[in-house]
Structures are given as C-alpha cells and as structure tokens.
C-alpha cells in the first residue's frame, strides 16, 4: 500500500500509469555480457534524527478510522511488457519443476494461533486496503504490523501488550513526514545479533523519504533512536534485509513524478551508528540504469549463531518478470558497501548480467493486473502479484555452506502454486545454484502471496494463502524435513479456514505476507496472513500462527535421511544410481544399515557402501530386468540403527524398451537453382533404438516438369547421409516447390522436405561455396573457412552472411559480414563447446535470394585433468595432522595450473596446501584441533583451472 486514494480513482491511474512505462527488454538475457559493476554511489544523510520517549508512552492513539481506502493498482515496473504479452494471447510454459506426488501431513508441533490486527480486533475497525500484513519476532515479543496500524504480542502467551496504533506513531512528535504520513508498504524486523527492533515505513509524496526507527532496548514498547532518509524517486514497495555490516533496502523507483519507472533502488544503512543514534550515519544508494532490474530482495540473516563470512557482498535477487509471461532464470545481484570509504562501494549484476538458470515457470495471472484468484461465494477475482519474489529471501549459513530461500508465485496447470527454491554456495563464495526448487501445487486449489524460511536443523515452511471457486480464502502452510526427496513438500496443513471472501477491492490482496524465524530457539515458525471472517469490501482479518519441526533443538541422539536424485528412468533391463546421504542429529554417531523396499518385480537394489557410521554417503544401486513391468515406482529407502528407523524416498520410472527406428532430415532444407543448373542437400539417416536397417531414397512429389532427383548413394545401412541431386532443363517453370523426399526401409517409412526453388535463367543470381568444406577444431580453439560467392548471370550485389546448426558452444563470425566475393568464416569452441561432428549451414541472402553451402565441423576434445590423493584414507588422532599428495593428472597436453580447496571438513579440522596451485602436485596438511568431533569423514578436495573443476575425496578418520 503506499499514499491513499479513494477507490474511483483507479482507473485513470491505471490509464496515465500505462501510458508513460517505458518499453522493457524483450528477452531474457541467456548468455550475459561481463557483469555489470555499478559505481559512484549516491551518499545521504538523515535529514532529520531524535531518541523518541518510550513507545508506550507516544503509542496511545488507537488506528484512525478513515472509512474505506483503497491504495492505488500495483505499480508493475514492466507493466506495458506484461500487456504487449497478454494483448498476444502468450500462453504460460509448461513447468518443469512441479510436484507430483504428496507426501505425508507436514510434520510439525502448532504453537500459538492468534487473532490479528483486523476485523475482530479489540478496538479496531477496518479502514482501508490492501493489508500489507507483516511480522517479526523478538526474545519475548511479536510485532505485527499491516497497512496502517500495528500491534505488540506477547510471544508466550499470546497477550496484546501494545496497539492497535497508527504506524506514524512510531515517529510522533519526531516532525516531517515521518509523523504525518502514514502510507504503508511496512516492514517490521527483528536484528537477531543487536536484538533490536527495526521497523520501517517509506513516505510516498515529494520530498519522498524512508522513516527507521530502532529500539533502544529488545523491548517493543521502549524508546526508539528515529531517522529520516531522504529518497530520489517515488520508493514503492520497498523490502529489507538485516545483515552484520548494514540494513539492506531494495525499491522500485518511479522516478521524482511517482509515474515512470526509472530502475531499482539499493540502499545501504549504516547500522554501527544507528544502534547507537549516531546522527551521521550514512546511507549509500545505487540505482540501476536500466528498467531490466526490478521487485529486487536483499538477503535476511535468520542464522543469528553462524554470521556470512566476513566482509561478503550482500546478495540480493530478483527480476523475473523479463520475458512474460514466463521465465526460467532469476538475477543475481551483489552489494559491497564500504562505508568509510564510500566510493569504494559497489553494486554488481545490473542488467540482467548475473542469471541464475532455475526450472521454467509461468508467471502467475500471466504477471499482470489482471485478477485470476477465484474465491467462494462470490465472482470478484483476486490478484496473484506473480511479476516478483515474494518477501523474504531467508539466509542461513551452516558453515560448510551457506543458504537462501524464496518463493513466488506461478501458473501451475489450471490454477496457481507457489514455486520455492533453494539456492547453495559454499563458504566465502557468492556463486549461488540451485540446490532444490520445486512448485506446490498438489490439487486444483489456488495457492499464492507465499513466504519461506528455514529453521538451524534445515527444515522448511511455506505459507501462502489458498483459494478456489468453492473455497473463501483461506491461511495454509506446508514444509518439508531433509529426509524429504529433494523438490517435494510434506501435504499441507491449515491454520485458518475464511468463512467469506472479498469483494470490490480492485482485485488487490496484500502485496505480500511473512514467514519469520523465532532466533531465541532458531526453531519456531511464525507466520501471518490476511483472511475474511465474512464477504465484504474492507472488513480483513488478519492470524499469526506460530509452530515447528518436532526435531529441531532435539537433545536425543538421532538422524535423518535424504536421496538425490528425486527420480530416476531406466529401460527395462537397465539400472541406475541414487545417493544416500545421512545426516546426524543431536550428536548422533551410530553405525545406520541400509535396505530398500517398493521394488518392482524383476528389480534389486544394493548399498555402497551397505551401512554408514556417523554421516556420509552411500551409493544405492538399482537394477531392473527385461520383464519387470514398465511404471513408476516409489522406492522407500530405510536406515535402521538400533531401534531407531528413519526413511526417505525416492522415485523409479521403468520405460518399456523402444523399438527400433529411424527419422530423416536435409540440410540445407532449402535449395535455389537457375533454370538448366543442378542443386544438392544432404538427406541424413539417423537411428533410432538400435535400429540397423537399411533406408533407400526416393523422391515421391512435388518435383516440377522437366526436373529429376537422384541420391548418391541410393540407400543407407543404420545411418548415415546421401546427396540429393536435383536437376532442372531450360524448360523446368521457374518458381516454388515442396520435395518430399522418403526413405524407406521394411516396415517403416519417414519422410523430411526441401524447399527448391527454380530461378529464371535470365535472372542475375549467385552460388556460395566453401573452400575448406571441413573443418576440425579442438575446444578453446578456432578454425577458418573461405565462403566464396560466385555471381550468375550478371549478379553483382552484396551478400550477407549467416551460419546455422552451431553445436552448443560454438560460434561464427565472419569478416565482412557481407560480401561480394568473399569472405573468411571463424568457428570458435568454448573451452566447454559439444564435441563430435556437425553440419553447418552457411546461408547467404541478398534481396530475395537466398542461397546455402555446408561445412562439416568436428570439435575434439581439449586439453584437461584429473586428480588423485595418495593416500585416500587418513587417520588423524586430536591434536595431530595427517598428510595427502594431491596429483594432478594431465589429460590431452593439459599444462595449466591447478588451485585446490577442501570441503566438508568435520568441526575442528583445518585444511592446507603446499603449494595452494600447482602444475603437478601438492601437500594437503588436515589439522585436527583437540576438540575436534570423532569419526570417518569424506573431505573434498576440488582443483580448479579457469573453467575446469575437479575433485577427489578423501576418506579422514578423527581418532
């Protein structure tokens, strides 16, 4: 919500508002440039700053009871994007990450279960829309906060301590805007390692501002050091993230009109000085040149107990809404903040240049304003804010990696789910990839508006709200344990059920919710959400519900299990492999005996190794034979240690074996010819399920009068290629045709066309041929070809130049790029370009014509390597080290230097090289401390050259 309008003011701003958005990228940017570093940082001051009395004492006006507001339509940042997509009738993709199976009723403890501020709420009467509705959580508090008032809980026992209040309250008396505005977009935080509040609201009208007030003390209703920030442009819908060096602000920022999007807004605040009042602290600001970046969220510290690695850039994530109405790539963006210096500061990734390539997704309601929420009773629809991340990207460090979760919202076959990811990167690094995602969307109901967190034993909750036709709106969660497969969550359990629906709101409902984690046990989930209690325009409830994992903060010795991959498909008569990995818990190091159950008849797994002690890996192994029936399976993995039992599973697809097969295919697929000259496309064989047969050609219509078509050679055995010739007579009719040309071999027959096209005689023309019509080219190499064009019947235009069939990897470029005699064709291989033998076609155009010639391309291999440890095994007791030679193997004349790090190192053990990069080997030193933990430990060593990355583990035992 931002500064209030009457409802009938809707639809003139939606018109002005799509009137003046400037057009958006069209797509997505798949292979980025460089990243994009951003500098010169805009550097404020508080405009104005106080220590306020104490909250109790100011906090004694009840919400005004305005009458019914409305905030203004959403302000979508690619708002005439998201139109030109839905005015072509764009259809959502298929998506490629969704759940397919339920699992069993999410495992988790309910805490309390609180009536919010709302309808219902002691004191309060409902003046306006959307809600908003938001909270955080302290050592012995919960505030929540929604559009336009707020609220003080006691987190034990459930009792209002403070409000409903005004949110300007909070800077009663401070002067400005802080205290005379109150238009929304709230956010209240909780500085899990200050322990302190921070609670935020931005002021929407010129001078446009951000108001942050922070507790003196972890009491809610103590005094507050106030600041007031000034703000370039309009800052709507602004998200925060707390961190050790700074809070974090994203916005998307509308420029000093409040109408055009001019790029997102970063800001960096000085938390050092603001904890203390410090009137000096700055604030640092970078805003994107380009309105590709957008609905960005910085990352929320949750693991109070394990901080980032020290001086790590603040990640931030975002702009989804790129190529609507789908998407399969989320932005990365990274802000290092140095506030004694400035300048020094930086922002990096603007432009889309640091994808993160995520399973494909439909933007939910095609990402537009548009409303496709159905809800009981009623025909008004609700919108899904499908254009962004949903609020937070939770952030957890577990010290041998580190952890972000988000969520948003997508179309999920006939109705709307809620897409989760979670991203890893490893210990001082900021390379982020996804480790899990998946789409929860287990029946034909409508889930949105989400939220997401992880508590410290790496279970996870998604709350959303869902509804349907026949259902009101209503507040759900669902969340998963490690020993879940990987993607899937646990069936989904409510925490309220509406009893009405909402009517006559502009399709708006709340812009987003919050999942936030308790840090005095880093195990307990609260979550709050809006609901109706009955059908009405403004009459929102709102619940906080608080509950957690049974096995979070657990004192017994225990363990859990998870298989990756989630699935697997063989052919009949094939096997493949799943990893085991056995996590402990509370301490737990007991020898865990592993066995498989849901086999299908004809199938046998088998463990390596068959037990694991402690934690570590093991590879189950699955045949299957050639009669065990085609399905898919769910295969439930068990590990028994004593009596404890714990279980995973997994999934089996068995696909019947295929028959044999074949297709065909030409290149070029379209010929030119002159009257009385000849013309040639390669016709390829390629097998299919083992197929051997032999094909013979024909042509079987479509050949114009006085024009024939010969093959060399006339058939083909299993596979491979056979030139088309085809012929024509000064009396062959000049214009278009479809050859259809067959092959046919017994039993079976496939066809594939080419184009030909017949050219008047007279008529000026041209050929291309290549004079290197093979080329051989290892990867991180190029290799050249001459295109020559040779000119008909007078021709003397200019001909541009183009290749196509490039392997992945591969790329051409010509000099010129247009020509009228020749020119010279570069292939260049990536270091990591697809190998083995490829037809390229060279087209070249001029005017009308068209013309091609082919290449036959082969990419080798290049230079790489492998490593080895000798020995692979140590047994180090406390308090000593133990040694490992890591040699680096050259493969194909690798002479490049190697760097080599350690992970998954027990608590306690530190690692060495000598030297830390070589050309052939180095001396890996493990230093165990005297408390480090006991066990057998599968430590990775990994060597990486530029691109090249490989690894070796070695198995370590602390005596």
Same mark, same amino acid.
């Given at each position: 919500?931002?500064?209030?309008?009457?409802?009938?003011?809707?639809?003139?701003?939606?018109?002005?508002?799509?009137?003046?958005?400037?057009?958006?990228?069209?797509? #997505?940017?798949?292979?980025? #440039?460089?990243?994009?570093?951003?500098?010169?940082?805009?550097?404020?001051?508080? @405009?104005?700053?106080?220590?306020?009395?104490?909250?109790?004492?100011?906090? +004694?006006?009840?919400?005004?009871?305005?009458?019914?507001?409305?905030?203004?339509?959403?302000?979508?940042?690619?708002?005439?994007?998201?139109?030109?997509?839905?005015?072509?009738?764009?259809?959502?993709?298929?998506?490629?990450?969704?759940?397919?199976? %339920?699992?069993?009723?999410?495992?988790?403890?309910?805490?309390?279960?609180?009536?919010?501020?709302?309808?219902?709420? /002691?004191?309060?009467?409902?003046?306006?829309?959307?809600?908003? @509705?938001?909270?955080?959580?302290?050592?012995?508090?919960?505030?929540?906060?929604?559009?336009?008032?707020?609220?003080?809980?006691?987190? +034990?026992?459930?009792?209002?301590?403070?409000?409903?209040?005004?949110?300007?309250?909070?800077?009663?008396?401070?002067?400005?805007?802080?205290?005379?505005?109150?238009?929304?977009?709230?956010?209240?935080?909780?500085?899990?390692?200050?322990?302190?509040?921070?609670?935020?609201?931005?002021?929407? &009208?010129?001078?446009?501002?951000?108001?942050?007030?922070? &507790?003196?003390?972890?009491?809610?209703?103590?005094?507050?050091?106030?600041?007031?920030?000034?703000?370039?442009?309009?800052?709507?819908?602004?998200?925060?993230?707390? $961190?050790?060096?700074?809070?974090?602000?994203?916005?998307?920022?509308?420029?000093?009109?409040? &109408?055009?999007?001019?790029?997102?807004?970063?800001?960096?605040?000085?938390?050092?000085?603001?904890?203390?009042?410090?009137?000096? #602290?700055?604030? *640092?600001?970078?805003?994107?040149?380009?309105?590709?970046?957008?609905?960005?969220?910085?990352?929320?510290?949750?693991?109070?107990?394990?901080?980032?690695?020290?001086?790590?850039?603040?990640?931030?994530?975002?702009?989804?809404?790129?190529?609507?109405?789908?998407?399969?790539?989320?932005?990365?963006?990274?802000?290092?903040?140095?506030?004694?210096?400035?300048?020094?500061?930086?922002?990096?990734?603007?432009?889309?240049?640091?994808?993160?390539?995520?399973?494909?997704?439909?933007?939910?309601?095609?990402?537009?304003?548009?409303?496709?929420?159905?809800?009981?009773?009623?025909?008004?629809?609700?919108?899904?804010?499908?254009?962004?991340?949903?609020?937070?990207?939770?952030?957890?460090?577990?010290?041998?990696?580190?952890?972000?979760?988000?969520?948003?919202?997508?179309?999920?076959?006939?109705?709307?789910?809620?897409? $989760?990811?979670?991203?890893?990167?490893?210990?001082?690094?900021?390379?982020?990839?996804?480790?899990?995602?998946?789409?929860?969307?287990?029946? %034909?109901?409508?889930?949105?508006?989400?939220?997401?967190?992880?508590?410290?034993?790496?279970?996870?909750?998604?709350?959303?709200? *869902?509804?349907?036709?026949?259902?009101?709106?209503?507040?759900?969660?669902?969340?998963?344990?490690?020993?879940?497969?990987?993607?899937?969550?646990?069936?989904?359990?409510?925490?309220?059920?509406?009893?009405?629906?909402?009517?006559?709101?502009?399709?708006?409902?709340?812009?987003?919710?919050?999942?936030?984690?308790?840090?005095?046990?880093?195990?307990?989930? $609260?979550?709050?959400?809006?609901?109706?209690?009955?059908?009405?325009?403004?009459?929102?409830? +709102?619940?906080?519900?608080?509950?957690?994992?049974?096995?979070?903060?657990? !004192? =017994?010795?225990?363990?859990?299990?998870?298989?990756?991959?989630?699935?697997?498909?063989?052919?009949?008569?094939?096997?493949?492999?799943?990893?085991?990995?056995?996590?402990?818990?509370?301490?737990?190091?007991?020898?865990?005996?592993?066995?498989?159950?849901?086999?299908?008849?004809?199938?046998?797994?088998?463990?390596?190794?068959?037990?694991?002690?402690?934690?570590?890996?093991?590879?189950?192994?699955?045949?299957?034979?050639?009669?065990?029936?085609?399905?898919?399976?769910?295969?439930?993995?068990?590990? +028994?240690?004593?009596?404890?039992?714990?279980?995973?599973?997994?999934?089996?697809?068995?696909?019947?074996? #295929?028959?044999?097969?074949?297709?065909?295919?030409?290149?070029?697929?379209?010929?030119?010819?002159?009257?009385?000259?000849?013309?040639?496309?390669?016709?390829?064989?390629?097998?299919?399920?083992?197929?051997?047969?032999?094909?013979?050609?024909?042509?079987?219509?479509?050949?114009?009068?006085?024009?024939?078509?010969?093959?060399?050679?006339?058939?083909?055995?299993?596979?491979?290629?056979?030139?088309?010739?085809?012929?024509?007579? =000064?009396?062959?009719?000049?214009? !278009?045709?479809?050859?259809?040309?067959?092959?046919?071999?017994?039993?079976?027959?496939?066809?594939?066309?080419?184009?030909?096209?017949?050219?008047?005689?007279?008529?000026?023309?041209?050929?291309?041929?290549?004079?290197?019509?093979?080329?051989? *080219?290892?990867?991180?190499?190029?290799?050249?070809?001459?295109?020559?064009?040779?000119?008909?019947?007078?021709?003397?235009?200019?001909?541009?130049?183009?290749?196509?069939?490039?392997?992945?990897? @591969?790329?051409?470029?010509?000099?010129?790029?247009?020509?009228?005699?020749?020119?010279?064709?570069?292939?260049?291989?990536?270091?990591?370009?697809?190998?083995?033998?490829?037809?390229?076609?060279?087209?070249?155009?001029?005017?009308?014509?068209?013309?091609?010639?082919?290449?036959?391309?082969?990419?080798?291999?290049?230079?790489?390597?492998?490593?080895?440890?000798?020995?692979?095994?140590?047994?180090?007791?406390?308090?000593?080290?133990?040694?490992?030679?890591?040699?680096?193997?050259?493969? /194909?004349?690798?002479?490049?230097?190697?760097?080599?790090?350690?992970?998954?190192?027990?608590?306690?053990? !530190?690692?060495?090289?000598?030297?830390?990069?070589?050309?052939?080997?180095?001396?890996?030193?493990?230093?165990?401390?005297?408390?480090?933990?006991?066990?057998?430990?599968?430590?990775?060593?990994?060597?990486?050259?530029?691109?090249?990355?490989?690894?070796?583990?070695?198995?370590?035992?602390?005596?």
């Amino acid at each position: 919500m931002k500064s209030k309008f009457a409802s009938v003011t809707l639809s003139v701003l939606s018109v002005l508002f799509l009137a003046s958005v400037t057009p958006a990228p069209s797509l #997505a940017q798949e292979t980025p #440039a460089e990243p994009q570093v951003l500098r010169n940082p805009e550097v404020s001051y508080p @405009v104005h700053s106080d220590l306020s009395p104490p909250l109790s004492l100011m906090a +004694t006006v009840v919400s005004p009871q305005q009458g019914s507001y409305l905030a203004p339509e959403v302000r979508y940042p690619k708002l005439q994007l998201l139109t030109n997509a839905a005015q072509r009738g764009l259809g959502p993709l298929a998506d490629s990450a969704l759940q397919t199976s %339920s699992g069993p009723l999410v495992s988790t403890t309910p805490g309390l279960d609180l009536l919010g501020v709302g309808n219902g709420f /002691r004191g309060y009467t409902v003046p306006d829309a959307p809600t908003d @509705v938001n909270l955080a959580v302290g050592d012995t508090q919960v505030v929540q906060w929604v559009n336009v008032s707020y609220a003080v809980f006691n987190k +034990t026992t459930g009792a209002v301590i403070a409000g409903p209040v005004a949110g300007n309250q909070l800077w009663a008396n401070f002067g400005g805007p802080c205290a005379t505005s109150n238009g929304g977009d709230i956010i209240p935080q909780w500085d899990k390692t200050a322990h302190r509040w921070v609670m935020t609201q931005n002021v929407f &009208s010129a001078p446009y501002a951000t108001c942050i007030a922070i &507790s003196q003390t972890p009491d809610a209703t103590g005094p507050y050091y106030r600041f007031q920030f000034p703000q370039s442009g309009f800052p709507d819908y602004p998200k925060w993230g707390m $961190w050790p060096d700074a809070y974090y602000q994203s916005q998307n920022n509308f420029g000093p009109t409040g &109408s055009t999007y001019v790029g997102a807004t970063a800001c960096a605040y000085e938390r050092a000085k603001m904890l203390v009042g410090d009137s000096t #602290a700055k604030q *640092i600001c970078f805003t994107t040149p380009t309105i590709f970046d957008d609905g960005l969220l910085p990352g929320d510290l949750d693991s109070a107990g394990t901080l980032p690695p020290p001086g790590q850039a603040e990640v931030f994530l975002g702009s989804i809404d790129n190529t609507p109405p789908n998407g399969s790539v989320i932005y990365k963006y990274l802000f290092h903040v140095d506030f004694t210096t400035p300048s020094n500061s930086t922002f990096t990734g603007a432009g889309g240049t640091m994808p993160i390539n995520v399973a494909s997704f439909g933007l939910a309601c095609g990402g537009g304003s548009a409303g496709c929420i159905p809800q009981g009773g009623i025909a008004d629809r609700l919108d899904a804010l499908g254009d962004r991340l949903m609020y937070r990207l939770a952030y957890r460090n577990f010290s041998d990696h580190q952890t972000w979760l988000v969520s948003h919202s997508v179309t999920a076959g006939s109705s709307v789910g809620e897409r $989760w990811y979670e991203f890893h990167a490893p210990e001082n690094s900021t390379s982020l990839s996804v480790f899990q995602q998946g789409t929860f969307a287990p029946d %034909s109901n409508y889930r949105w508006m989400g939220s997401i967190a992880m508590d410290s034993a790496q279970d996870i909750a998604l709350g959303y709200s *869902i509804s349907s036709p026949g259902m009101y709106p209503s507040i759900s969660y669902t969340g998963r344990v490690p020993s879940d497969a990987l993607g899937t969550m646990e069936s989904e359990a409510q925490i309220v059920a509406g009893t009405g629906s909402q009517s006559l709101t502009g399709n708006r409902w709340g812009d987003y919710t919050s999942m936030a984690i308790d840090g005095a046990d880093d195990c307990t989930f $609260w979550y709050t959400n809006q609901y109706y209690m009955v059908t009405a325009q403004f009459d929102w409830s +709102t619940r906080l519900a608080s509950f957690k994992f049974p096995s979070c903060g657990s !004192t =017994t010795p225990d363990f859990s299990l998870s298989g990756s991959p989630p699935s697997q498909s063989v052919v009949q008569g094939q096997g493949t492999t799943y990893t085991v990995t056995l996590t402990p818990l509370s301490g737990f190091s007991g020898t865990v005996n592993l066995t498989a159950s849901g086999l299908p008849s004809g199938a046998a797994a088998s463990y390596n190794p068959p037990s694991v002690s402690g934690s570590g890996n093991s590879t189950m192994s699955v045949t299957t034979s050639t009669s065990t029936p085609a399905g898919t399976y769910t295969l439930t993995i068990i590990g +028994t240690s004593g009596s404890l039992s714990r279980s995973t599973t997994v999934s089996l697809t068995v696909n019947a074996v #295929a028959q044999p097969n074949f297709s065909l295919s030409a290149s070029p697929s379209s010929v030119t010819v002159t009257q009385g000259t000849n013309g040639t496309s390669a016709i390829t064989v390629t097998p299919q399920n083992g197929f051997n047969g032999t094909v013979t050609f024909g042509v079987t219509s479509g050949l114009p009068s006085n024009a024939g078509a010969s093959f060399s050679p006339p058939s083909v055995t299993g596979s491979g290629n056979s030139t088309m010739s085809v012929t024509t007579s =000064t009396s062959t009719p000049a214009g !278009t045709y479809t050859l259809t040309i067959t092959g046919t071999s017994p039993g079976l027959t496939r066809t594939t066309t080419v184009s030909l096209t017949v050219n008047s005689a007279t008529q000026p023309n041209f050929s291309l041929s290549a004079s290197q019509s093979s080329v051989t *080219i290892t990867q991180g190499t190029s290799g050249t070809s001459t295109i020559t064009v040779n000119p008909q019947n007078g021709f003397g235009g200019s001909v541009g130049l183009s290749a196509s069939g490039l392997p992945s990897g @591969v790329t051409a470029s010509f000099n010129p790029s247009s020509t009228t005699s020749t020119s010279t064709l570069t292939l260049t291989a990536s270091s990591t370009a697809t190998t083995g033998s490829a037809t390229v076609t060279i087209t070249g155009t001029s005017g009308s014509l068209t013309h091609t010639t082919t290449i036959a391309l082969t990419v080798n291999p290049g230079p790489n390597f492998s490593l080895s440890a000798s020995p692979s095994s140590l047994s180090v007791a406390r308090g000593s080290t133990g040694t490992s030679t890591i040699t680096i193997n050259p493969v /194909r004349g690798f002479i490049g230097s190697v760097s080599f790090s350690a992970s998954s190192l027990p608590i306690g053990v !530190t690692a060495s090289f000598n030297p830390s990069s070589s050309t052939s080997a180095s001396t890996l030193t493990l230093t165990v401390s005297s408390s480090a933990t006991t066990g057998t430990f599968s430590v990775r060593v990994r060597g990486r050259s530029g691109t090249l990355s490989h690894s070796v583990r070695i198995s370590l035992t602390v005596l």
